[in-house]
């Protein structure tokens, strides 16, 4: 591998310090380490006939409910920002990704597609893409940094035609996402049964990423009035048997607001920010195990194939001893017979059935000097090289961030 000095003082290279998180920084660095052009893993596993795809710097959160459940009214106020139109109307009718980034920017679903290209299967389904866009804005409050949010249509039964497969198009959206949030109303539409139909769809695969939440809590009357709904719901939902199970939670929830005083027996929306906020830690520790993983994947490629040429060359080697041997032998023994001709002790006929012979040991002597292909000496340095990088280099900074990940929760005595 060409510039490996250069490649090994990047790989090793640190961030620039600043406002970034750790957690942020990890996700960068081993997102990097896939998709430099020279010495990523991408690149290095391509070599090798291994396909492997970078990790995402930042979580995906999908939000869903009915219309006017207040997924939008949670983006806001999570960001701290009015990106997102909120009201009674179904004011989100289609897939708006909400990210942060250097200033603030709307992108339509062209340029969408350009920036998420993972999520460019979606203009398979017909009518999307007219009704796809990204709001970027430059707030870093909470953890939004490493967050991109997924608002999804309002979902309602009944007649409310929407131009494209909406049912399809969740399901989809929910195999990338690492995070989906199912918020309920409690002003009479919880028991959408669309919604209730695509969560129990998502559940039956993605159960673990799934989080309940009964929305607008302090809009719901006193405590038996909110009791009330929750039952309804939690009922509904048990009567489908893919979501009947033990443990089943659904906290309340509000979007706080300063003109109204909450009732004090409502639980805060923190209880959201905390479950992305272990999202974020568990795909941060993931996005390391699985860089462990992809190493050790290219090693065995890399060394599997310098074995397999090792192979090749020996068999080359023993095929031309083979060939010359017993092309030796098939020259020597007509010049004999030719010799027996001359002296008389020999017929013609003999000779020309014995030449006839030949002709066939000639064929099958030439055939053990076909050889297979093998390595040039400059081909094997560069994977040798290449093992070497991964195993000295992409490794140890593996280490590296993942012992900077520990030290955030425990202290310098603990760590080996």
Avoid at 59 to 86: C, D, P
Avoid at 111 to 129: C, D, I, N, R
Avoid at 216 to 231: L, N
Avoid at 335 to 354: F, I, Y
């Amino acid at each position: 591998m060409s510039g490996k000095v250069r490649n090994r003082s990047a790989a090793n290279a640190d961030s620039v310090p600043g406002s970034v998180s750790c957690d942020e920084r990890i996700l960068r660095d081993c997102h990097n380490m896939y998709t430099q052009p020279d010495s990523g893993l991408i690149t290095i596993a391509q070599s090798v006939g291994v396909t492997l795809l970078p990790p995402r710097k930042k979580i995906t959160v999908m939000l869903m409910g009915n219309h006017s459940a207040g997924k939008s009214s949670f983006i806001n106020w999570y960001i701290e920002e009015h990106i997102q139109r909120t009201g009674v109307a179904i004011e989100t009718q289609g897939f708006t990704f909400v990210t942060s980034g250097r200033k603030r920017e709307s992108l339509t679903g062209n340029a969408t597609l350009h920036l998420y290209p993972h999520f460019k299967p979606l203009q398979e389904f017909k009518g999307v893409s007219e009704y796809l866009g990204t709001e970027i804005c430059t707030s870093r409050q909470k953890r939004f940094s490493l967050v991109t949010f997924v608002d999804t249509p309002g979902l309602v039964d009944g007649d409310m035609k929407y131009p494209f497969d909406v049912d399809q198009a969740i399901l989809w959206l929910g195999d990338l996402c690492d995070l989906i949030l199912v918020f309920f109303d409690p002003m009479g539409q919880a028991l959408c049964k669309r919604t209730l139909n695509i969560v129990e769809m998502l559940n039956e695969k993605h159960g673990d990423r799934l989080r309940f939440y009964l929305s607008k809590a302090d809009e719901a009357g006193g405590e038996s009035d909110r009791q009330r709904v929750m039952m309804q719901i939690v009922q509904e939902l048990c009567k489908r048997p893919g979501l009947n199970k033990c443990g089943f939670d659904m906290p309340t929830i509000y979007v706080p607001n300063t003109n109204k005083v909450p009732p004090l027996d409502v639980l805060t929306i923190e209880e959201v920010c905390r479950t992305i906020e272990k999202t974020i830690n568990q795909t941060v520790q993931n996005t390391l195990n699985s860089l462990e993983k992809d190493c050790e994947l290219i090693s065995e490629a890399v060394t599997d194939t310098l074995d397999n040429d090792r192979q090749c060359s020996v068999g080359n080697r023993r095929a031309r001893c083979k060939g010359c041997a017993l092309g030796l032998l098939g020259f020597t023994i007509p010049l004999l017979m030719l010799a027996a001709l001359v002296l008389g002790s020999l017929s013609k006929e003999m000779l020309d059935m014995v030449l006839g012979s030949m002709s066939v040991y000639v064929f099958f002597t030439l055939s053990l000097f076909c050889t297979k292909a093998t390595l040039s000496g400059k081909q094997k340095r560069q994977l040798q090289e290449k093992l070497e990088y991964v195993q000295e280099v992409v490794k140890s900074k593996k280490k590296e961030l993942y012992e900077e990940y520990l030290r955030q929760s425990v202290g310098d005595q603990d760590m080996s």
